[in-house]
């Protein structure tokens, strides 16, 4: 899906609104993450990642309060994979700092017991956004997160994107729209992307419910693709929301009997 090109006018338009590829500006995003994990290490990878990685994380992929929360969706249904990781974040440059760092000094990347888990991920997709747009607010217990190419006069920042994001938020079930450009410039993106390939745009659509989402996707599906945002059809996955965890909560977490306080 990353694949095609920019015309230089949607790179420069780019440059405008996120303040340059040379990361000289600070810019809210997220990132999101989606990977596998084989079936009979579900559970262990369920507790390291909730009880060590996610406070982990949030307290030091991008410094303390850097990262407004985590969270981990899961029991996936559709075309990605079955879990979902939604960090966003104040300043993206922070991500891309990160990036320069050896593993050893990355969240989790001295663990031995999440290293032991991430070995075993598969399927793992990895997209450092940008923030174009969102709306609404709130904690949805379930979510469909999308990924597309975007379009050139989405990038640039179209009225359509604001039309289509009040008609979601119009929707009976969702709480919340998150809409971000993937930025080539913080690794790692996986797949990898380049400033010359097609933008590539993930969307999440938070609700209070995974059955109406459900059941709404088709509608959605079309309506993304009808309007211009997304050049073809978005691939999709319907989530159910696992662990929340916010930055002003990292204080009262409790480490796992027997592991160490990494925040």
Same mark, same amino acid.
């Given at each position: 899906?990353?694949?095609?090109?920019?015309?230089?006018?949607?790179?420069?338009?780019?440059?405008?609104?996120?303040?340059?590829f040379?990361?000289?500006?600070?810019?809210?995003?997220?990132? &999101?993450?989606?990977?596998?994990?084989?079936?009979?290490?579900?559970e262990?990878?369920?507790?390291?990642?909730?009880?060590?990685?996610?406070?982990?994380?949030? $307290?030091?992929?991008?410094?303390?309060?850097?990262? #407004?929360?985590?969270?981990?969706?899961?029991?996936?249904?559709?075309?990605?994979?079955?879990?979902?990781?939604?960090y966003?974040?104040?300043?993206?440059?922070?991500?891309?700092?990160?990036?320069?760092?050896?593993?050893?000094?990355?969240?989790?990347? /001295? @663990?031995v017991?999440?290293n $032991?888990?991430? #070995?075993?991920?598969? #399927? /793992?997709w990895?997209?450092?956004?940008?923030?174009?747009?969102?709306?609404?607010?709130?904690?949805?217990?379930? &979510?469909?997160?999308?990924?597309?190419?975007? @379009?050139?006069?989405?990038?640039?920042?179209?009225?359509?994107?604001?039309?289509?994001?009040?008609?979601?938020i119009?929707?009976?079930?969702?709480? $919340?729209?998150?809409?971000?450009?993937?930025?080539?410039?913080?690794?790692?993106?996986?797949?990898p992307?380049?400033?010359?390939?097609? $933008?590539?745009?993930?969307?999440?659509?938070?609700?209070? @419910?995974r059955?109406?989402? &459900?059941?709404l996707?088709?509608?959605?599906? @079309?309506?993304?693709?009808?309007?211009?945002? &997304?050049?073809?059809?978005?691939?999709?996955?319907?989530?159910?929301?696992?662990?929340?965890?916010?930055?002003?909560?990292? #204080?009262?977490?409790?480490?796992?009997?027997?592991?160490?306080?990494?925040?």
């Amino acid at each position: 899906m990353q694949t095609g090109g920019h015309t230089g006018h949607a790179v420069l338009q780019h440059r405008r609104r996120f303040g340059g590829f040379g990361m000289t500006m600070q810019a809210r995003g997220f990132v &999101a993450l989606w990977h596998n994990v084989p079936p009979g290490i579900d559970e262990e990878y369920n507790l390291v990642h909730t009880r060590e990685h996610v406070p982990d994380y949030v $307290a030091n992929a991008a410094g303390r309060g850097g990262i #407004d929360f985590g969270r981990r969706y899961g029991e996936g249904k559709g075309q990605l994979p079955a879990y979902f990781m939604f960090y966003p974040a104040r300043d993206m440059t922070a991500f891309a700092r990160l990036a320069q760092k050896p593993w050893p000094e990355h969240p989790g990347g /001295s @663990s031995v017991w999440f290293n $032991a888990i991430i #070995d075993q991920y598969r #399927d /793992s997709w990895r997209n450092n956004c940008r923030l174009l747009a969102q709306r609404g607010g709130g904690t949805g217990g379930a &979510a469909c997160s999308l990924i597309m190419p975007l @379009s050139e006069e989405v990038v640039a920042g179209a009225p359509i994107v604001d039309d289509v994001l009040a008609w979601l938020i119009g929707l009976p079930p969702v709480v $919340a729209v998150h809409l971000g450009v993937t930025d080539p410039d913080i690794a790692p993106n996986r797949p990898p992307l380049t400033r010359h390939d097609t $933008a590539v745009g993930v969307m999440v659509i938070e609700g209070f @419910s995974r059955l109406l989402l &459900a059941q709404l996707l088709p509608e959605i599906l @079309s309506r993304l693709e009808q309007s211009g945002i &997304a050049t073809e059809k978005p691939r999709y996955g319907l989530y159910q929301l696992a662990y929340e965890l916010r930055a002003e909560e990292l #204080d009262q977490v409790e480490p796992f009997p027997g592991s160490p306080r990494r925040w």
